[in-house]
């Protein structure tokens, strides 16, 4: 998939996060759960995400310490058969990426790049996605570091416990 359309599948994803959390809360699309991990199932078009939320998040400006009011901060990875999507890795901050900027992930040692448009950021390929979805399974914790358009540098860590098997789960439910 070329990068014009990892932007649509994004803003897809955008589409779909904004409405997860209200989803969330009331757990109609939930199908399961395991230790910081869950796995949520839309029906039109068919499509399964593993999520989580952050355990800590810092903000800081300026290398102070700031309190900062942010949306939804979700770590995703999404299957949608239909488009040919198995894996996908998403990242939304809760507030709009500073323009051109990027973020990282990190995961045991390994840095990725996220691209970043309004408050969303994924990998630039498939393969990245794959690459970031293995070692999420290996991993303990991954930690997205990223900025704010109002220059906020964020860092948010997020446990991987329960990742494997709620990404694997996701996987089988959305399988073609």
């Known amino acids: ?24 809360q009331d757990e109609s699309n939930r199908v399961a759960a395991e230790t910081d991990w869950a796995v949520f199932q839309g029906s039109e078009p068919k499509e ?3 999520v989580t939320a ?10 102070n310490v700031v309190s900062v009011r942010r949306g939804d901060i979700l770590l995703f990875v999404t299957y949608r058969p239909e488009q040919n999507i198995s894996g996908e890795v998403s990242f939304t901050g809760g507030y709009p990426f500073a323009d051109g900027s990027t973020a990282t992930l990190e995961i045991a040692g390994t840095t990725f790049e996220l691209f970043t448009e309004g408050e969303y950021a994924w990998p630039a390929t498939p393969a990245d996605d794959q ?12 930690v997205v570091t990223a900025r704010s358009s109002r220059g906020t540098q964020t860092k948010d860590t997020f446990s991987l416990l ?10 089988k439910l959305c399988a073609g």
Do not use: F, Y
């Open 1 to 24: 998939m070329d990068m014009t359309g990892r932007i649509v599948t994004a803003l897809t994803t955008a589409l779909i996060a904004t409405t997860t959390p209200a989803l969330a």
């Open 48 to 50: 399964c995400w593993a």
């Open 162 to 171: 329960g990742a494997t098997s709620m990404i694997e789960e996701a996987e």
């Open 131 to 142: 690459k970031i979805v293995t070692a999420i399974k290996r991993g303990a914790d991954a």
């Open 54 to 63: 952050p355990k800590e998040t810092v903000n800081t400006r300026d290398g």
